[in-house]
């Protein structure tokens, strides 16, 4: 929990950034700090511009053909537009919102990352696997059926699988793209379990269309309403004491 | 009228029209069976042409067919597979790549006499390969690429957009993304389609008509640059231009045809399935 000013460490500074897609102003002037290893979660109604938003951070917005963006996102000091693609990605991982294994084995799956970036040791690949599934605290479940489809797990296990994905590439930022829309609560509070775990090492970033979510799991919580950075501050603050009106009535209920 | 009276009519209606695509097919298959199957002998298959062509085997026509269709697919399928990468993962969505599409779309429906003349024009004449298997194959090729590329390109197309993200997320390259998470899931697809436009190779007659086909020769081919026989040429010889000629020699002919392109298809059926069951999602 980042508590003393003193003690802060910022990971990632957002500057003035906005982002179109054709006409469409999805993001507006968006500035704010994200400090290591704090779990950020961003609430707001649909199209307030949160998946935009996370989706800068590894630049995967470039890939639609409409996208532009202007300011700028610094990671440890440096520009995202100027590191290389591949090293932004391996250090910024993404989950996304429904489970995305590739039909391939659990094994595959997991150590696909550090193979396709020329990783061929079997030792290593095993040692990656194991660490990554323990993480995400699937190891147990899945450490005697290695070899069988990722297709034959269930929507939280996958879920945890892909996690273990973008942690075999030892990231220092992770991206949760509405991690548990599509998924019991049993498996939402397991997913839950391996976020708060992962923030002693990582920094996160949650986007959630589920407040209550939120003030479950993040230190700090931003509010964004129609593409603008309406209020951020403390968890606590936000679901007890918001400043701002509209986040109150955000997260009462009233509207979203 | 009452409405299960109404839903009996219009089943029966679509039921019929079922039975309409069905039965040419059955009644086809059923004539070259019932004339054909008695002419069909291992003689027949393995031995070179007699007496005028009216005696002996069809061997040089299946080996001639044998040889087109491997080296034309040799030609379309890598270029076929790499334009529809091409267009179905780099092109951008504009002016030039619609017009490609919309190209490649007429191209499948140019009646096949034109390919042949067109394989004249440039493979024979122009650059001077003369009337050879190689012309022969070529234009097979150039005829077969648009299919090839359309099935190719639904095949991609069908592959998740999220096995690209996914991969690209785990900061991959482009190619890296084609060639790891989407070409192994299309692979069935594309099969398919490269064993479906073999056998259009395999049956068709005025692409080969110009640019490779002989009459009648005494020997096989021994290079790519000689003439050869083929099944469908040879099979429209004896029907019209060589009199007294058994019936049951041209209909066992027709049955060679028919069942090569037909094993084919029932290969890509097999395969398709094989593979798919293996890289589901």
């Known amino acids: ?256 | 009228m009452k409405t299960t009276t109404k839903q009996k009519i219009a089943f029966s209606i679509l039921f019929l029209c079922t039975v309409m695509v069905i039965l040419p097919v059955v009644f086809v298959l059923g004539t070259i069976i019932k004339n054909g199957w008695q002419g069909i002998s291992w003689k027949f298959l393995t031995t070179m042409p007699k007496d005028g062509m009216r005696q002996g085997g069809i061997y040089p026509a299946i080996v001639g067919t044998l040889y087109l269709v491997s080296l034309s697919i040799v030609f379309s399928l890598p270029v076929g597979v790499m334009a529809a990468i091409y267009l179905n993962e780099y092109a951008k969505d504009n002016l030039l790549t619609r017009l490609i599409r919309l190209a490649i779309v007429n191209l499948s429906g140019v009646s096949s006499v034109v390919y042949g003349l067109f394989g004249l024009a440039l493979f024979v004449t122009f650059m001077k390969f003369g009337v050879s298997i190689l012309s022969g194959a070529l234009t097979l090729a150039i005829m077969n690429l648009p299919v090839i590329i359309t099935a190719s390109r639904e095949a991609l197309a069908g592959v998740p957009y999220q096995f690209r993200e996914v991969s690209l997320s785990l900061g991959l390259s482009r190619w890296q993304t084609i060639r790891h998470s989407v070409l192994p899931f299309a692979i069935p697809g594309i099969l398919t389609g490269a064993i479906l436009s073999l056998a259009r190779a395999a049956g068709e007659t005025a692409p080969i008509l110009f640019t490779v086909a002989a009459f009648y020769l005494p020997n096989l081919p021994r290079s790519i640059f000689d003439q050869t026989m083929a099944l469908p040429y040879h099979l429209y010889i004896i029907s019209t231009q060589i009199p007294n000629i058994a019936v049951k020699t041209r209909y066992a002919t027709a049955f060679v045809l028919v069942g090569m392109v037909f094993t084919m298809n029932i290969f890509a059926v097999v395969i398709r399935s094989r593979l798919r069951k293996k890289k589901k999602w």
């Not at chain 1, 990554?132 to 797990?153: D, I, N, P, Q």
Request: aromatic share 6%; glycine share 6%; hydrophobic share 40%.
């Open chain 1, 1 to 256: 929990m980042v508590e003393n000013r003193a003690d802060i460490q910022i990971k990632i500074k957002v500057k003035q950034l906005n982002i179109w897609f054709g006409n469409i102003l999805a993001l507006k002037n968006l500035s704010l700090e994200i400090y290591s290893n704090e779990l950020l979660s961003i609430i707001g109604p649909a199209n307030s511009g949160k998946t935009s938003f996370l989706r800068q951070l590894n630049r995967l917005n470039e890939l639609e053909a409409n996208f532009r963006s202007t300011g700028e996102v610094i990671l440890d000091g440096e520009n995202i537009q100027k590191t290389k693609l591949e090293i932004l990605r391996k250090k910024a991982g993404m989950i996304f919102a429904l489970p995305q294994v590739l039909p391939i084995s659990i094994y595959d799956n997991v150590s696909y990352g550090p193979r396709m970036h020329g990783m061929r040791e079997k030792g290593v690949l095993d040692k990656i696997v194991e660490e990554s599934l323990e993480a995400s605290f699937l190891w147990e479940e899945v450490k005697e059926r290695l070899k069988e489809s990722a297709t034959k797990l269930s929507g939280g296990q996958q879920q945890r699988l892909c996690i273990s994905r973008t942690l075999a590439l030892k990231p220092e930022v992770i991206l949760f793209d509405e991690p548990c829309s599509g998924l019991d609560p049993v498996s939402t509070a397991k997913v839950e379990e391996s976020m708060l775990k992962l923030k002693e090492k990582y920094t996160i970033i949650l986007v959630t269309n589920n407040t209550k979510q939120a003030a479950r799991v993040g230190d700090r919580t931003v509010f964004f309403l129609m593409g603008e950075l309406i209020e951020i501050d403390k968890t606590q603050k936000i679901f007890t004491a918001p400043a701002d009106k509209r986040t109150e009535d955000y997260i009462l209920g009233k509207f979203g």
